[in-house]
């Protein structure tokens, strides 16, 4: 009865799994790294230049069109019918400078018989002077209209990208009122949103380096086109635009691109590791160092002097060299000495890398 009342042994736990990476060389430009999406450096608001309602549609979002191409159209009856009265309007004006000069003329011949006086026949010139004048109002009155009912279609004026579409067939829309975005063929450049403190820098910068999402290994050259002359109410940055020089074939507008500005200073070595391998011990920063023990790993505690954190990892300056593993995850949970199975990640990861000195940019 006792020995059936004794608690059962625990049963010993196997090894923990860490995720671990192990840090190698790669070709990556030290220096701060700001995300930021790949556009047109001319982009058009397309409108209709008269109140109507739209009744086809002719592309979609990301069509390729040319100039002149036919975009969409709106209901052209009331423009059809003003060009209608514009025309008769210049006829009637037409008929009355057609009866006014013959006035005129029949009262020269009754002046020179001396049977009316001088004064009707100035009357009747002034008539001739007004007709005339009223023929080219109504002259111009027409043109403007039969110009607006050519305003019922909406084409383009340039090549490019249908990038946006704010309109859709029924609806009544305003004139001027944005119908569609246009992006022009030609240069294009990445819009990045950059803090106060590295505006001195951006400016001195002849060129920078441009790697796109699709592509990170390719290394685009560009340069600093524009810097916003005030910084956004809301994030306090300012909005630079980076022209690409050299663009690739692959490069599409909306693609998600880092721009890079080199630190010199970085430049002279260190490391990119994963932020979540990055954590704080004893006020200074540290990571996980694995040491291999067979099949298993101990980690060792390593403090490291990070000189920067980046979207893409943190730049490691001190405290680890290319070669060695560390923990990648679930750093808070590791205790030193633990007997701990490695994990490789599903695929090779781009965030742990050393940053080459003297990489290209």
Known sequence: ?????????????????????????????AGALYSGEVRARYESDLAFRITGKIIERKVDVGAVV??????????????????????????????????????????????????????????????????AARVEQARAQATVAGNQAGYTSLVADQAGVITAITAEVGQVVKDSAVVMKLARDGEREVLIAVPESRIGELKKAGRVEVRLWTQPDVALAGRVREIAPSADAATRTYAVRVS??????????????????????ASAGGLLVPITAVFE????????????????????LRKVTVRQYREDGALISTGLAAGETIAAAGVHKIIAGQALRPVAPARPAAAPMAVRPGAAS
């Not at 690409?244 to 200073?265: E, S």
């Not at 011990?281 to 060792?300: D, F, R, T, Y």
């Open 1 to 29: 009865l006792l020995s059936a009342c004794s608690k059962p042994q625990p049963v010993a736990e196997g090894p923990r799994p860490v995720m671990v990476q192990k840090l190698a060389l790669s070709s990556v430009q």
């Open 66 to 131: 040319k100039p002149g191409q036919l975009l969409a159209r709106l209901d052209p009856s009331d423009a059809g019918l003003n060009a209608e009265a514009a025309r008769a309007q210049l006829a009637a004006a037409q008929n009355e400078l057609t009866y006014a000069k013959a006035e005129v003329e029949r009262y020269r011949d009754l002046v020179a018989k001396n049977f009316v006086s001088r004064s009707v026949l100035d009357a009747k010139e002034t008539s001739f002077k007004s007709a």
């Open 244 to 265: 690409i020089v050299d663009p690739l074939p692959a490069l599409q507008l909306g693609m998600t691109a880092n721009v890079v500005l080199a630190d010199a200073a």
């Open 281 to 300: 011990h004893g006020g200074a920063s540290a990571v996980w160092v694995m040491q291999a023990e067979g099949e298993l790993v101990k980690p060792v």
